[in-house]
């Protein structure tokens, strides 16, 4: 009972209480801190599982018209945007490519182009690879990647003629996943 002992003797000399009424206050004083404590803490976050996502529709070939039916104006209607003519279901991200997000104007297109220069005006909103350098078709091989990576692929684009008439998918320029691998771990 040494140390315990001289504890209990020490408290009147120190505080002028007996020991009871010293382990008395503190008590009370610990409760008090917990109380509060409790009363000001947050609620406990509660897990509510997330709504599962639908299975992204696969829209096959598609016209750039039909594909601007998908821009997110039609809530009920996927998210969908193109990049060398592959079209990409980008709904988990409404957020960013939805009607008020910060890529809203690419979402319904297909904007390599813009991707590739990394513009935002209008005039580059395009399938479009003519005259773009070897950095901006670099840039646009790295988007690919990021989206064949990210998001379901749910369909391709029409090309369309001088005439109107509608030739099938447009050809684009892919490049096989264990090849891209190569080439990002070269550094090519």
């Not at 008395?24 to 004083?29: A, F, K, P």
């Not at 379901?152 to 008439?165: Q, R």
Request: net charge negative; with cysteine.
């Amino acid at each position: 009972m040494g140390l315990i002992g001289a504890l209990v003797e020490s408290i009147p000399a120190y505080t002028g209480l007996s020991a009871t009424t010293f382990f008395t206050i503190m008590g009370l004083l610990v409760a008090v801190y917990y109380l509060i404590a409790a009363m000001l803490a947050p609620p406990p976050v509660k897990y509510v599982p997330r709504d599962a996502r639908p299975a992204p529709v696969q829209i096959g070939v598609v016209t750039a018209e039909e594909l601007r039916q998908y821009d997110g104006s039609d809530p009920t209607k996927p998210l969908l945007m193109a990049i060398k003519s592959h079209i990409y279901d980008v709904s988990q991200s409404r957020a960013f490519y939805g009607p008020g997000g910060p890529y809203a104007l690419f979402a319904g297109r297909d904007t390599s182009r813009a991707l590739a220069k990394m513009s935002f005006e209008e005039k580059d909103l395009t399938g479009d690879l003519e005259g773009l350098n070897a950095t901006e078709l670099e840039a646009l091989t790295d988007w690919e990647y990021r989206f064949m990576s990210k998001y379901v692929k749910v369909g391709d684009l029409k090309s369309v003629d001088t005439k109107g008439d509608c030739q099938g998918a447009k050809p684009a320029e892919t490049v096989d996943v264990p090849d891209a691998v190569k080439l990002i771990d070269h550094g090519s």
